[in-house]
Structure formats: structure tokens, C-alpha cells
């Protein structure tokens, strides 16, 4: 290749570069309170991120028998967030799914701090 292509193939590679970088300082430092069409508050979405966690699984894997059978059982579950209360989620259509009424899973979030599991409430 000649010394002109491979120059002008550097400067492509640094003007992309520069692109990125530029986009990164605009969501990083600019638009951090009204990102997108939907007006995301970034710093507000990053602080939930970090302060709601819950451990869905060890990753230890599952234990067999000698015949590869599966030692444990999996269940599933339902694990609810306390900040989804605040927020417009779509909690009818999860309603719908797990066959409960929305004012139910709407009521298992009183006095909760933490996540939690969702546990249907029967009556026997």
C-alpha cells in the first residue's frame, strides 16, 4: 500500500475515534437528565441499577446423580423490585400471567425495602 492510502486510512480510524469519543462525553457529561425521546434521567437510572440487587442464582451449577439426574429442583419464582411501586410498569399484563389480580401484587409491596419473591397468597 502506498504511504498516502495508509495515511488516509489513520486519519478515518482517528475521525471515527473522535466520533465515539465526542458520543461518550455527551451521554457521560451532557444529556444526563434527558436522554432520548423518553427523557431517561441517567444518573437516577444508574443509581437504582446499583442499589437493587438480588441473587437469582450462585452459579455453582446443578448437582447430578451418577444417572444425570438433577439433584435439585428449579423453581421458578417472581421477584418484584420496591422501586417498580413508583414507576409504570406493566403490571396487569404480569397479573394476566402469573393468574392474580393486580391490586394483589400491587398490595405485596407495602413496607418493603428489599426485593423480595412474590408469593401468590391461596386460600385453602
Not at 437469582?56 to 411501586?85: C, H, Q, W, Y
Not at 403490571?91 to 405485596?108: F, G, L, Y
Request: with cysteine.
Amino acid at each position: 500500500m502506498s504511504r498516502r492510502r495508509v495515511t488516509g486510512v489513520g486519519f478515518l480510524f482517528m475521525c471515527l475515534m473522535f466520533v465515539l469519543v465526542g458520543r461518550l462525553i455527551q451521554l457521560q457529561l451532557v444529556e444526563t437528565e434527558s436522554y432520548s425521546k423518553h427523557e431517561v434521567n441517567l444518573i437516577e437510572a444508574s443509581i437504582d441499577q446499583r442499589t437493587q440487587s438480588y441473587v437469582l442464582d450462585e452459579g455453582r451449577g446443578t448437582m447430578l446423580d451418577r444417572n444425570g439426574i438433577p439433584m435439585s429442583e428449579t423453581i421458578p419464582a417472581l421477584v418484584l423490585f420496591p422501586f417498580l411501586k413508583d414507576r409504570d410498569w406493566p403490571i396487569e399484563e404480569v397479573a394476566k400471567i402469573i393468574k392474580t389480580s393486580p391490586d394483589e401484587i400491587d398490595r405485596s409491596f407495602d413496607k418493603r425495602k428489599q426485593p423480595f419473591n412474590y408469593e401468590k397468597k391461596t386460600n385453602i
